[in-house]
């Protein structure tokens, strides 16, 4: 019978390579500044004397020192981190030995340890003195760094028997050094040692506790094999969350719904549904999809190292137009992948097209969100036909006046109102309200994309976009795939460079973090930024 092979241990994964790092560099921060601050007193206070004690004391703040920016820099391994960590611990307490004699000496003690009277005050003194911080750092340490609370004791164990064994045999002497012992101490030795075992016990409890505490915490974080790292949108519907594969490595994105209502349900699992039909190389693929313990609907999706176009103008300004058209392209062939399946998008706007890059092609287009997507062409329509549902900045006339006739050339409209945001960087109709959006939408006609910029645009592509963008959807393209032949045939398109679009990832790249593109925001009702999230409107 095979034996039943446990979960894959996340132990050795990116992120707990990074947290480890991290809190091991946090941790000798804050022994470099627990030991600089005792120097200085030590050094400014009224018994300070210089001496080979000063030379030890600052000699440990620049190694804490060094091992803070060993870690706080570049990227150290588990192993390395672990192996640098062990040697320091030892390394500190080594040091802290020597320390304590010479400051035995320092602390004007020599006169009492001319006696054996004297000595045995001295022995009581090294126990307080050297044992105690350094049981200190070890819990702080044991807290800091959350690490098997087996290691913990190893390391404890280690550094605590190190500082018994040099304390046994080292003693101060009246001339300012220090010598071997001639015999042994047993009171000494096991005072030392009870010591010892406080200190692992306790080290170990607070590693147990804290190591404990994390791993529940990262069991909670886990979905099926992705475990989640951090938040990187939100939106009405649901909030998206940076995950890796427990197993693969692959980073993706995790969708979560927040309501429960029917009707968000419903769009949830349809939005599923359809992108998991879809494999245009222009459409966020789908992993998977399912429902945790406690009844949190969720779906897994590749994840989008990018910026959003509305983002990309908004920072960056207008595109050119080769680029534009470069982009265009992309979106148009998605969507004639999901009209040939009998899907219309409904949503198609600049925040819902990502822009990614790849090691042998910048400028990769992604189109994503598509919870409103609606099937035509014969089939029953998947939403309410009383409803009008999109965001008003990029939606067709017939999508607001008779939302139960729209079909393909509907995100068509929508396409040619982004297209115009990208040239120009201005909606093609602004206004205050929902309602003029409509109106401006339904009767009145755009002002072309070259008056709006200010500049003169290409006249085949400036054509391409207001016939898009015509009242009458048989005056617009027919289908999306023909848009896509029509904007390839622009005489910009060959005008197109991916070495400049590469040089421009790499530039924005050394100058910022590109993160993730998020979800929009804003809830789904007539009081919302006009650009924002998607706005359902049921018709009176």
Not at 308 to 335: F, K, N, S, W
Not at 384 to 389: G, L, M, N
Not at 412 to 417: D, I, K, Q, R, S
Not at 456 to 482: F, H, N, Q, T, Y
């Amino acid at each position: 019978m095979a034996r039943k092979q446990s979960p894959p241990s996340t132990d050795d994964s990116e992120e707990a390579r990074a947290f480890l790092q991290a809190r091991l560099a946090l941790y000798w921060k804050v022994l470099f500044l627990f030991t600089g601050a005792g120097a200085l007193l030590g050094l400014l206070g009224p018994m300070g004397k210089p001496g080979m004690d000063v030379v030890i004391t600052f000699g440990n703040v620049v190694m804490n020192g060094v091992l803070w920016q060993l870690f706080r820099r570049g990227r150290r391994s588990i192993r390395f981190s672990r192996t640098a960590e062990a040697i320091g611990l030892i390394s500190s307490g080594i040091v802290g030995v020597f320390l304590t004699r010479y400051l035995l000496v320092a602390f004007s003690l020599e006169r009492s340890l001319a006696t054996a009277e004297g000595a045995l005050m001295a022995d009581a003194y090294i126990c307080m003195i050297d044992l105690a911080p350094i049981a200190m750092f070890l819990a702080i340490r044991a807290a800091l760094v959350p690490t098997p609370p087996r290691r913990t004791a190893i390391l404890t164990a280690a550094v605590a028997a190190v500082k018994i064994v040099l304390n046994s045999v080292l003693v101060p002497t009246g001339d300012g050094g220090i010598t071997w012992r001639d015999a042994a101490q047993p009171w000494l030795t096991s005072t030392l040692v009870m010591m010892w075992v406080i200190a692992v016990l306790t080290c170990t409890v607070i590693s147990w506790v804290v190591y404990g505490l994390r791993a529940e915490v990262r069991e909670a974080r886990r979905f099926g094999q992705y475990v989640l790292e951090h938040k990187v949108g939100e939106g009405a519907m649901g909030v998206v969350y940076r995950a890796t594969h427990s197993m693969l490595r692959r980073p993706a994105a995790i969708k979560l719904l927040q309501k429960t209502t029917e009707t968000d349900l419903m769009r949830f699992e349809r939005e599923v549904q359809h992108t998991s039909r879809l494999v245009h190389p222009n459409t966020i693929s789908i992993f998977d999809y399912g429902r945790t313990a406690d009844g949190t609907f969720y779906y897994v999706m590749e994840y989008l190292d990018g910026v959003d176009m509305q983002r990309l103008v908004d920072q960056h300004g207008p595109l050119e137009p080769a680029r534009a058209i470069h982009i265009l392209a992309q979106v148009c062939g998605a969507l004639a992948e999901a009209h040939a399946l009998g899907l219309i998008h409904r949503d198609i706007k600049p925040a819902n097209i990502i822009l990614t890059e790849r090691p042998d092609e910048p400028d990769v287009v992604k189109v994503v969100d598509f919870g409103l997507v609606k099937k035509f062409g014969g089939e029953l329509a998947e939403s309410s036909t009383d409803t009008i549902a999109g965001t008003p900045l990029y939606m067709a006339p017939e999508a607001i006046s008779k939302p139960d006739t729209i079909d393909a050339r509907s995100d068509l409209y929508a396409v040619g109102a982004v297209a115009y945001f990208l040239l120009t960087g201005h909606q093609v109709f602004e206004a205050g309200t929902v309602l003029e959006v409509y109106s401006r939408h339904m009767l009145e006609p755009p002002v072309p994309p070259s008056q709006k910029l200010g500049k003169p645009l290409p006249a085949d592509l400036e054509a391409i976009v207001l016939a898009c963008l015509a009242k009458d959807r048989g005056d617009r393209p027919a289908s999306a795939a023909e848009l896509r032949a029509k904007l390839l045939a622009c005489a910009d398109a060959r005008a197109y460079d991916p070495a400049a679009a590469r040089a421009w990832w790499q530039k924005l790249r050394s100058t910022q973090q590109v993160p993730p593109a998020p979800e929009s925001k804003g809830p789904a009702t007539m009081a919302i930024d006009l650009g924002g999230r998607s706005t359902v409107v049921q018709k009176r």
